[in-house]
Each structure stands twice: as C-alpha cells, then as structure tokens.
C-alpha cells in the first residue's frame, strides 16, 4: 500500500484498529484514536462554519452492524475525507481541525493538562527548561523558549522545533518538524523513549537573513552554538587551516566573524541526513544526502567503492512526492498489527529533475528520512516564494489571549559551546576522493507512473484508519 505526504510533510497511514476506534497514525507512530461518532462532529462543526460547498462529503451512518467489508470501505471513505480536509489551505489551517486532532492526541495519550518543566535542546550540550502546559500547542511552547532566552517575537518566527533522535554512536537525526495539530510535550513522551526529545533551531536556509538574527545577542548566540555544533557533527567540512582560523576566532570571543567564516565553507546551514539509498546515478547506492541552500547535496558510494557528489537544485524540480509502503506479506499489505505505538516503514522521497534542457528524469531516495527532506524541500520553495514576492519571513508569534505564560521570571542566556576539536582526518580523506556527478542516464519512467505525478505545490495529506467501525451510537 503507498501513501503519500502532504505539502507539510505529514504523513497518515494504517497500522493496527483497536476495538471500535480508528487509529490515526502521523508518520508511522500512533497519534490519536477517535470514534466515527467524533469524526462526523468534526464534520458537522466545519460544515455549519464553512458552509457545505466548501466542505468535502462524509460517509453516512449505518443503521445495521457493520461487516468487514462495510468496515474497510469506511475507513477508505475517511481517508479520502481527513485527505480533502488536510488538503484544502483553509479548512487544513484552521484551529477547528488543528485543535480536533491535539485534544484527541491528549485523550489517546491520556495525559491530564497540567503544568511541566520541558527541556528543549540548543545543542547536543546545552539545554532550556521551560514550564508549559501538557495542552500547549507548539506554537505556544516555541513562545515559551523565546521568552524563556529572551529572544525578540519577530526573530522567534526564524526558529522552529524538530523533534530529534539520538543514536548509540551520539549521532543526531532530525525526524520531523514539529506541526501546529500536535502538542509537542505529548508527542515526545508518548514515544516513551529516552533517545528523543525536542530541539530549536533555525528553520530558514537563505544565509542572508543570518544578519537580522546576528543583529540581536541571544540570536547570535544561538546561530553560533548551532554551527559550532553542525562543525562538530561533521555536518560543516572544515579543514586544517579553517579550523584554526575558527578556533581563533573563537578565543577571542568573536562570534560573527566565526559565523561569517563558516558562511563561506561547504555545508554551512544544511541538514544532514542519515545513510540511505539512492537510484542515482545507478540503482542501489549508497549515499548521504543533506539539504541546504535550495538543493539536495549527494555524496554517493558507487558499487565500484568510487565516490561521487552532486547537486540537485530546488528550482529545477518539477515535483516530488513522499510515498510509504506498509510492511507485506504474501505479497499483500499486512493487517496486523506491528505495534501501538509506531511500527517501521519503507519510506521514499521521489522527483523528477530537469537535467537538461527537455530531459526530465526522477530520482528516488528510500530513507527513514523521506518525509524531513519533503519539509525541507517545501520550505525552501516557500522561502524563495516569499522572496521572490518581496515578501519576509520575518513573523509575529501568536498571543495567548489571556497573556498568561506558565514560565519561569528569569531569562537563561545560551552560552557559549566549548572550543573546536580537531578537524576528523577520515572525513577530510572522504572529500578528497569525491567528484562531481557526471551526467548519467536514469532508468525510464512508465507511462502509468507518468500520470501519477504530484505537483510540488499539491501534496496529498494522508490520514490512514483501521478499527471496527460502529457507528458509537
């Protein structure tokens, strides 16, 4: 079975039914279970809001017992409904949906709204505590760290909140951007797993809006321990004589000359993502891929051990598309269940590339990662809209209505990272061996998955249900 994501990178998809409820699934881990009766409120609150030409149709009540192909003709007819619903800019936006899925997350959950201290990282090192409500949405929690460091509202709106994972070997992968229909501190411990948590960082990718966050201290200085932190990831490739032009830099205290050199080296501000798989330029390779400067970057691993690189440029993309393939068996999707809480899927990112002038070509990526490179991608065309419009993505963070936050009254000032180790040697050996791309031949696209195509600026939202469907009369 393949799914795909929406614009946002969100993706819905069936894994297991318990009891009468549907089961909601947001990138492979369980979100929220709601009953028909619940959906068709929904329904009724948006169609007495928005009007019924606007609103997509709802499956209708059974007045009988349901069978099980009745059951699995509901659930498809709710997809397509929670898919139209996502879809559309307005009814997909709106607080009544957004706020539908958070309270039915925290009743799934069953987590009480009540006030806790929540850590978010700066860095791998460096950490704030900040006091929130279990109910806070993550717009109020991003709220909460800006005024927790004392970073001004228009520059908060240059940040974001990703939820991160933290392998054996300490290496850091970025699972997803956190989304305004889920309540961060719910998301994190529902996972009940120490090896994730919640992490800030900057969520633009033009350099050039580095200097309004430099302008301000606490900007600077959480531009600063990000990089020195992306340096020592191995994220920024840095040689000998950089290093210690940066390490200089730093001894004397100079942040924004530190972060104006590390403007100019390769990598500064990408994403780095785990290993994975791609079929460029041969089928089968293993790459790392990171994303930054409105491009995919490959480092691929050819089978004859040569190393490669290239780019491919957000703006020669004509579309691509997240799709998810549940586990199978037999040849048949699998029904049972893999867990309740978050079972994995294979994963892959595909678009199609304007290589040359009339020569399009799609390139696939199978990655656990699939859906962050979707987000990554999609906010990068919507930076460059934004510029392009002459527009900014400069942004006033909601206020609460009432204007009360639960924190603390001390402000908590980031500090500075400790100095830069030495370069790593294997990863400098690594650069030295690669080479550019050449431009190589993709295998064929079909003409059925031709007509499949997904406009980059139509992204199918899916929202995936199994469970026995009563009507919860």
């Known amino acids: 079975m393949n799914l795909r994501c929406d614009r946002n990178g969100t993706l819905f998809h069936i894994l297991d039914s318990t009891g009468p409820a549907f089961n909601i699934h947001v990138n492979s881990v369980l979100h929220c279970q709601v009953r028909y009766s619940q959906l068709l409120g929904l329904h009724q609150q948006i169609k007495k809001e928005y009007g019924n030409n606007v609103v997509p149709a709802f499956p209708p009540k059974k007045i009988f017992t349901l069978t099980p192909a009745e059951v699995e003709q509901r659930r498809e007819q709710l997809e397509k409904y929670m898919q139209a619903v996502r879809q559309d800019p307005m009814l997909g936006a709106s607080e009544m949906f957004n706020s539908f899925l958070r309270k039915a ?28 409500l279990t109910s806070d949405q993550t717009e109020d929690v991003l709220e909460a760290v800006a005024s927790k460091l ?29 989304q305004d229909f889920e309540l961060p501190y719910v998301s994190v411990t529902s996972l009940r797993s120490s090896e994730f948590y919640i992490a800030l960082r900057k969520s633009y990718w033009d350099t050039a809006y580095d200097s309004d966050v430099m302008d301000n201290r606490v900007g600077l200085n959480l531009l600063y321990t990000q990089t020195v932190s992306d340096i020592e990831r191995g994220w920024i490739l840095v040689n000998k004589d950089q290093h210690r032009q940066l390490k200089s830099l730093q001894e004397k205290g100079s942040k924004k000359e530190f972060i ?12 780095q993502f785990d290993p994975c798989v791609t079929d460029f330029p041969e089928k089968g390779c293993h790459a790392i891929v990171s ?67 009339d020569r399009l070509q799609w390139v696939t990526i199978t990655s656990r990662q699939a859906i962050m490179m979707s987000i990554c991608l999609q906010s990068m065309v919507d930076e460059l809209m934004v510029k392009k419009s002459g527009g900014s993505i ?5 206020k609460r209505p009432n204007g009360s936050l639960h924190r603390s009254e001390s402000q908590q000032a980031v500090k500075s990272p400790p100095l830069l180790d030495s370069p790593d040697p294997d990863r400098e050996q690594i650069v030295k061996l690669s080479t550019k791309l050449s431009s190589v031949s993709l295998r064929g696209i079909s003409a059925s998955n031709s007509a499949n195509d997904v406009s980059g600026n139509d992204f199918h939202g899916n929202y995936a249900f199994e469970g026995i469907g009563d009507d919860d009369l």
Not at 106 to 117: F, S
Not at 162 to 174: A, I, N, Q, S, Y
């Open 394 to 398: 400069k942004k006033m963070l909601r």
């Open 260 to 271: 104006r050199l590390c403007q100019t080296l390769k990598y500064f501000g990408y994403i």
């Open 150 to 178: 004392d970073l001004p509202d228009d520059l908060a709106g240059y940040f974001s909140l990703f939820l991160v994972r933290e392998g054996v070997d300490g290496g850091l992968t970025f699972v997803r951007k956190l």
């Open 105 to 132: 997350q925290q009743e799934t959950q069953q987590i009480p709204t009540e006030e806790v201290p929540l850590e978010i990282y700066l860095s791998k090192r460096q950490k704030v505590t900040v006091n929130i």
């Open 291 to 357: 994303a930054g400067n409105n491009e995919l970057n490959f480092q691929v691993k050819l089978p004859n051990e040569q190393m490669k690189e290239g780019s491919f440029k957000v703006t020669r993309m004509r579309c691509w598309r997240v799709t998810s393939s549940v586990p199978v068996a037999n040849g048949t999707a699998s029904t049972s269940p893999c867990s309740s809480a978050k079972c994995e899927v294979k994963l892959e990112l595909a678009f199609e590339y304007l290589m040359s002038k």
